[in-house]
């Protein structure tokens, strides 16, 4: 394949690693930071914070939307394909009684998400349970087939960095922590060590000169990737088009943090693999 | 390749287990033109593809686990009374646990189980199991007497089997319709027989002030009933009723029945024992007996919901509601189809651009559709409801799905050299043993969300889950089996 020349041979394990420890160091920062602020390392949505999700097909302008419901606590609109995403902060039963009697009036074929705080709050927890459990979870898997520390841990740290820099990318550019990017990062989890395992694959247990392996496992692997990527582009595309919100995060989230693997396999797990193998681990 | 290798290939089990699925799975979908023209299926779809509303409901109640010196029985009476409200010992193996069917917070409760000479160790919002279950029943009996066919009703259940939501899914209502449902109550009643067929009112649903659960009397008897608790004025009423109509002086000629909605849902006379005793006072506790065995017990359990007339034996708050629209709904399916049209496409262009060979490209692309289709019909068979997140589960499918195939087909044309069939099997399981290992990891990452009710999120992980079985038990070893035949033309 001619379109993308990657000379592995060419750099060291040092040269390597060094770009994606700093993206990762900048993105703990970064959540680090918003962990501080808000007290949640990504910002949670509606899903997990509470309120009122709102999808309407329309052709109505932000401004006149905003005039319609200048009553409630309208937090934000949002362009999607041809209709807009309302987001509603946390009102109390009758004021979102009112609401949705105002919604069917004004927009009969909306679809409406109401999230109560406490549910949100029960969400949340459960949320973060899952995230740590499918994290250890797949890192027993990995510590269990390879069985050796170092490249195990270099495909572990990998799926970390994944996630990290996703989460942080998220939260630059703005997609909240709901159900359906949960959902994404969690598939994200699974899917991202795909490429990683076969590069420790063709790496470890079989023969023949180093470069070669790396090289071969390259050519695999980012066809491997772009599959995926193209799945989970052609399925932003439509979202947007078709306005579902919850395809549109799980797809954007999905997106986000393939490129990111891209990176992470071929930068960060190569590297410490090569120096790994470099040093004498491994035939 | 001639026919005699085709008919070798079709009969290898690797091959004829992916063709029968997928016939199988074409059959349990059964796509089909229905009366009206339109293209139907039997596939079965959630709440966000086809109109409906969802309400989750949250129990305004705590278990409470206590520890006290007191005897117990005493102990759980004095906190009902100090508490304002029934509380109910949990069954429970290993501990001591009340259920307080009342929002309290803890600290409010602290000083009331001190003064009882208790104390508080373990506090958590809703509701015992058994009890989630009641109000699951009651709102099931609810729906069902009002003719909604399509209703979903899920208890979310911790580890520590307290249960603080309940999730109430009903297709084809709007929310405001759902609202209401839910709160309504039925309309109860009991009469009392007088001469013959003929009946006169006694009490309506108001006046009884709680209705207990089914219980045997006495105990250890299995004799069943449900106990319930008359107003004072009620009291006063049904005595009246029971004097003035003679059922106190021949209690076997003046049945007592209950209504609900202008149904009989009991009748029974009263006990010579309850029949003096009225004579001389107005009684507030009652026991209707039902019977002895598992009838008794069926009966019991459907007579105290009947009692409470649809009122839930909890207050519930909700705690979340949604609902889509029918034309919404309609337009999110025509798009999750697209979706998932466009990205098979964009997949197979891709892996067009890397083996430039059609004869390569095409099982591949066929291979991930036949993973879709496969997938569809277990969804069609188990009656799983599709929503978003499934189809994007479906869609990721297929961008892993067909990973899996590149591994395999590199791995197999290692060097660009088609191998000897020895050589072809060892490329093949060494393919595979890459698969199997990113495989678990997928299972792996998706099993708390498979066992969590994190709301919608389940479907979606049990799907990805299955997605993956398909792949590496049926259509992956198929494909090796197929690519090896091509590529030793």
Redesign the interface.
């Known amino acids: 394949?001619g379109l993308i020349n990657y000379n592995i041979e060419k750099y060291s394990p040092k040269q390597l690693v060094i770009i994606p420890l700093a993206i990762l160091a900048v993105s703990l920062i970064l959540l680090t930071l918003t962990m501080v602020a808000t007290g949640m390392p990504v910002t949670p949505g509606i899903?997990f914070s509470g309120g009122t999700a709102v999808?309407v097909?329309t052709t109505d302008t932000k401004e006149q939307i905003t005039s319609y419901f200048a009553d409630y606590p309208l937090v934000e609109v949002s362009d999607m394909g041809n209709g807009k995403f309302l987001k509603f902060g946390l009102m109390d039963?009758s004021k979102y009684?009112s609401l949705?009697?105002l919604i069917?009036q004004e927009y009969?074929?909306?679809?409406?998400?109401?999230?109560?705080e406490?549910?949100g709050k029960?969400?949340q927890s459960?949320?973060v349970?899952?995230l740590i459990?499918?994290?250890i979870?797949?890192a027993?898997?990995?510590f269990l087939?390879f069985r050796t520390f170092v490249p195990s841990g270099a495909v572990v740290l990998s799926a970390f960095a994944d996630m990290v820099m996703t989460a942080a990318t998220m939260n630059i550019i703005g997609i909240p922590l709901s159900?359906?990017t949960?959902?994404?990062l969690?598939?994200l989890?699974?899917?991202s060590?795909?490429s990683d395992?076969?590069l420790t694959?063709r790496v470890l247990?079989r023969q023949g000169k180093l470069n070669d392996k790396l090289t071969?496992a390259f050519?695999?692997g980012i066809?491997?990737?772009?599959?995926?990527?193209?799945?989970?582009?052609?399925?932003l595309?439509?979202?947007w088009?078709?306005s579902?919100q919850?395809?549109m995060d799980?797809?954007a989230v999905?997106l986000i943090g393939l490129i990111f693997d891209v990176m992470n396999t071929w930068l960060t797990n190569v590297g410490i693999l090569k120096w790994y193998v470099l040093k004498g681990g491994g035939k | 390749m001639n026919s005699k290798e085709l008919k070798a290939l079709v009969t290898d089990w690797r091959v004829a287990t992916l063709l029968i699925l997928i016939v199988l799975s074409v059959i349990a979908i059964y796509p089909h033109i229905d009366d009206q023209g339109h293209l139907a299926s039997n596939l079965q779809y959630g709440l966000?593809l086809q109109q409906g509303s969802w309400l989750?409901l949250?129990f305004r109640a705590e278990v409470v686990g206590f520890t006290t010196d007191q005897p117990v029985d005493a102990f759980v009476t004095n906190l009902s009374k100090k508490l304002d409200t029934e509380v109910i010992a949990v069954e429970s193996t290993n501990s001591n646990h009340l259920e307080i069917r009342k929002y309290y917070s803890q600290s409010d409760l602290e000083p009331v189980f001190a003064s009882e000479q208790g104390k508080i160790t373990s506090y958590q919002q809703g509701v015992s199991k058994s009890t989630a279950d009641t109000v699951k029943r009651v709102l099931e009996n609810k729906i069902n007497t009002l003719g909604t066919k399509d209703a979903k009703i899920n208890t979310l259940t911790g580890l520590n089997n307290v249960a603080?939501?309940i999730r109430v899914e009903l297709a084809g209502v709007?929310?405001?319709q759902a609202?209401e449902i839910v709160g309504k109550q039925g309309k109860f009643e009991i009469r009392i027989q007088t001469t013959g067929n003929q009946t006169e009112h006694v009490l309506s649903g108001e006046t009884i002030t709680s209705v207990q659960t089914p219980s045997q009397v006495p105990a250890g008897s299995d004799k069943w009933g449900v106990g319930f608790t008359l107003s004072e004025s009620g009291a006063a009423a049904f005595r009246a009723a029971a004097i003035k109509y003679g059922a106190t002086s021949d209690p076997a000629k003046h049945n007592l029945i209950m209504l609900l909605d202008n149904t009989s849902v009991y009748s029974a006379p009263l006990s010579e024992d309850l029949a003096g005793k009225l004579q001389s006072d107005p009684i507030r506790q009652l026991f209707a007996s039902t019977g002895t065995g598992k009838s008794g017990t069926q009966q019991a359990t459907n007579l105290e919901i009947h009692l409470r007339a649809g009122a839930l034996p909890v207050d519930v708050?909700?705690?979340?509601?949604?609902?889509?629209?029918?034309?919404?709904g309609e337009?999110?399916k025509?798009?999750?189809l697209?979706?998932g049209i466009?990205?098979l496409?964009?997949?197979g262009?891709?892996?067009y651009?890397?083996y430039r060979e059609p004869s390569i490209v095409l099982p591949m692309v066929l291979i991930n559709a036949s993973e879709i289709i496969i997938l569809l019909g277990f969804i069609s068979l188990i009656k799983f409801q599709m929503d978003?997140?499934t189809?994007?589960?479906l869609?990721?499918v297929?961008?892993?799905g067909?990973?899996?195939l590149?591994?395999i087909t590199?791995?197999i044309l290692?060097e660009g050299k088609v191998p000897s069939p020895n050589l072809y099997l060892k490329r093949l399981s060494?393919a595979l043993?890459?698969i199997i290992?990113?495989a678990?990891?997928?299972?792996?990452?998706?099993?708390?969300?498979a066992l969590?009710?994190?709301?919608?999120?389940k479907g979606?992980?049990i799907i990805?889950i299955l997605g993956v079985l398909v792949g590496v038990i049926v259509t992956r070893p198929a494909y090796g089996k197929i690519i090896m035949q091509i590529l030793s033309k």
């Open positions: 394949m899903d999808t097909i039963d009684k949705t009697s069917n009969p074929d909306a679809r409406i998400d109401q999230i109560g406490t549910f029960t969400l459960q949320a349970l899952a459990f499918s994290f979870g797949m027993i898997v990995i087939s159900l359906g949960l959902a994404a969690l598939m989890i699974g899917y060590v795909d395992i076969l694959n247990k071969g050519h695999t066809i491997m990737t772009s599959t995926t990527l193209a799945a989970a582009a052609a399925m595309i439509v979202s088009l078709g579902i919850i395809l799980i797809s999905l | 966000d989750q949250e603080r939501f709007d929310m405001k609202q708050t909700i705690a979340g509601s949604g609902g889509v629209s029918a034309p919404l337009r999110y025509t798009m999750a697209l979706a466009f990205a496409v964009t997949v262009l891709v892996i651009y890397r978003l997140p189809i994007a589960g869609i990721a297929l961008g892993t067909i990973d899996q590149v591994v590199d791995e290692h060494r043993s890459i290992v990113a678990a990891t997928v299972v792996i990452a998706m099993v708390p969300l969590m009710d994190l709301s919608t999120l979606f992980a990805t």
